[in-house]
């Protein structure tokens, strides 16, 4: 829907007479609010307002009851309040389905972490000093070596006389293995 905005603006931009602006920048307003969002599943303006959009005839038209029961506070908040619940389950229920369908995409492409013991290892630390700004500070520390492949989330490597004060047990999220390349000069 964005893509097709974009090009509406850029056609109108392309055009000498510009004088319609006020209508023209309405239509495309309404025009966004009214697509139908391709993960929920409903419009935006249904999920906001509570109601179909109208049009400007159907908008002078007067719909609403006059009935004594629907002019209590506490039932018309009741009857919005449950029409906001049915119009949010659908759109909770794709919402849920889109991140299952993701998390399966995600696993599927997932690999094992290959640490073993032995090769050294960088591990990441985002702990950074006071004064320091955080986009300049280095994040990984290191290199150490892996001692221990303790299960198969975490490994315990080696810390003595490394100088860092750190737990010797990580989880391998925290850690990517030391690359050497002997082309290279150091």
Request: net charge positive; hydrophobic share 40%; aromatic share 10%.
């Amino acid at each position: 829907m964005v893509q097709t905005l974009t090009h509406a603006l850029r056609a109108y931009v392309a055009d000498v007479d510009q004088k319609d602006w006020n209508e023209y920048a309405e239509r495309l307003a309404f025009a966004l609010n009214t697509a139908q969002d391709r993960v929920r599943g409903d419009m935006s303006f249904y999920l906001v307002h509570g109601w179909d959009p109208r049009s400007t005839l159907e908008a002078a038209i007067p719909l609403g009851s006059a009935r004594r029961r629907d002019r209590e506070p506490g039932r018309w908040r009741y009857h919005i309040q449950r029409h906001y619940q049915q119009a949010r389950e659908p759109v909770n229920e794709r919402l849920r389905e889109a991140i299952q369908e993701r998390a399966d995409r995600h696993n599927e492409a997932a690999q094992p972490h290959k640490i073993e013991v032995g090769p050294q290892v960088w591990l990441y630390l985002d702990r950074v000093k006071e004064r320091y700004a955080h986009k300049l500070a280095h994040m990984w520390h290191g290199p150490f070596r892996v001692s221990e492949v303790v299960d198969l989330h975490a490994v315990r490597f080696e810390i003595a006389w490394s100088g860092y004060h750190v737990l010797p047990v990580v989880h391998v999220s925290k850690l990517k293995p030391v690359r050497r390349f002997p082309d290279c000069r150091m």
